[in-house]
């Protein structure tokens, strides 16, 4: 967990339900406590009526702008269309123009139905947040961590800069353009994180999403195996439960359990051997709704102590 903390944007991604929404809420809990000014993003959904970030942190709703929710801790939604408003702003030559250029219907709806534009907004939205300063000159926000919605996006973050250069190689949109694909690419300050779960498939399916964020130049900063079945045995013990249980018809209470454990154990060493990253072991945890995330983070607290 420590290596994430000096990055300025988290991307947390992985295949449906695996835990990036919990991952990224837990993630931020953490780091605030940590003391680190924390904003934790989803892409914001105009069609949506709820909020699974919104849920996980125990917020009512989340806006297009920031607000704090705890010490240190704050959401937001990342916007496509507040991501297209700041780049007019930057690449045209006056506010009034972009902001004329925004209330103008046709340019509106052009940028939201070109396939590209929504993620541009959304990259540069990002970029926005990364770039914003208090008046002291700091950062206002040290840690982005961004809970993305399903695979294909992170790798569609940085696939769009780079097709969109192709058509525009130069002038102020093409430096816009080329800004938001070096903070993508820039492993000192961005790092993917793929969560995945403790089983065959969807281990096979994060080693492949790991391979496409390295084929697309994104710094990979750390895999989290989620939702691991607590492990009472010793090695010795393990073998000892088993010659136990081995031949028992009906199955015993239990056996499904240690099954899983082993699947768990599988899949730790199967993708600790794979990634060149570090491997993060997330419990599964009898809770649900925000008090899961509280107790995720303050699960990182203790591991943190102990390494
Ligand atoms: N470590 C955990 N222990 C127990 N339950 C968990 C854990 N991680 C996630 N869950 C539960 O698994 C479900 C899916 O988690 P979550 O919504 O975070 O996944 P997701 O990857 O964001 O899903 P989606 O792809 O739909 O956005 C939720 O009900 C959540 O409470
Ligand atoms: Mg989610």
């Known amino acids: 967990m420590k290596s994430l903390l000096p990055l300025r944007a988290v991307l947390v991604t992985g295949k449906g339900g695996v835990g990036k929404t919990t991952v990224a809420a837990s993630l931020a809990r953490f780091a605030a406590q940590c003391g680190k000014r924390v904003l934790v993003a989803e892409i914001a959904d105009e069609d949506a009526t709820t909020s699974a970030l919104a849920d996980a942190l125990g917020v009512a709703k989340i806006t297009d702008e920031p607000w704090e929710i705890a010490p240190n801790l704050r959401v937001v939604a990342l916007a496509p269309a507040l991501g297209h408003q700041r780049f007019l702003r930057d690449v045209l030559p006056m506010k009034v123009l972009a902001d004329a250029a925004m209330r103008a219907g046709a340019i509106r709806r052009f940028l939201a139905a070109a396939p590209t534009f929504p993620e541009m907004g959304v990259l540069y939205r990002l970029l926005d947040l990364v770039r914003t300063k208090r008046r002291d000159g700091a950062v206002e ?48 300050r961005t790092g993917a994180v793929v969560v995945t779960l ?101 699960l990182m607290a203790v591991e943190e102590v102990h390494q």
């Not at 940085?158 to 525009?168: E, G, Y």
């Not at 994104?218 to 989290?224: E, G, H, S």
């Not at 000892?240 to 899949?267: C, K, N, Q, W």
């Not at 491997?279 to 303050?298: K, T, Y």
């Open 141 to 188: 926000h040290e840690m982005i961590i961004v809970d993305l919605p399903a695979t294909g996006h992170a790798l569609a973050l940085a696939q769009i800069p780079a097709s969109l250069l192709r058509v525009i190689p130069s002038g102020p949109i093409a430096a816009a353009v080329r800004e938001g694909l070096e903070l993508l690419q820039d492993p000192v």
């Open 198 to 298: 403790p089983e065959t498939l969807p281990v096979s399916e994060a080693l492949e999403l790991v391979q496409g964020i390295e084929q697309h130049s994104i710094p990979l900063a750390q895999v989290f195996l989620n939702r691991v079945p607590f492990d009472p045995f010793s090695d010795e013990e393990r073998v000892f439960v088993r010659s136990l249980l081995d031949g028992e018809r009906p199955p015993m209470l239990g056996a499904r359990t240690l099954e899983r454990i082993d699947r768990a154990r599988v899949a730790l060493e199967r993708l600790s051997q794979a990634v060149s990253v570090p491997v993060g072991v997330l419990q599964d945890v009898w809770l649900e709704g925000p008090r899961l995330a509280e107790e995720m983070a303050s």
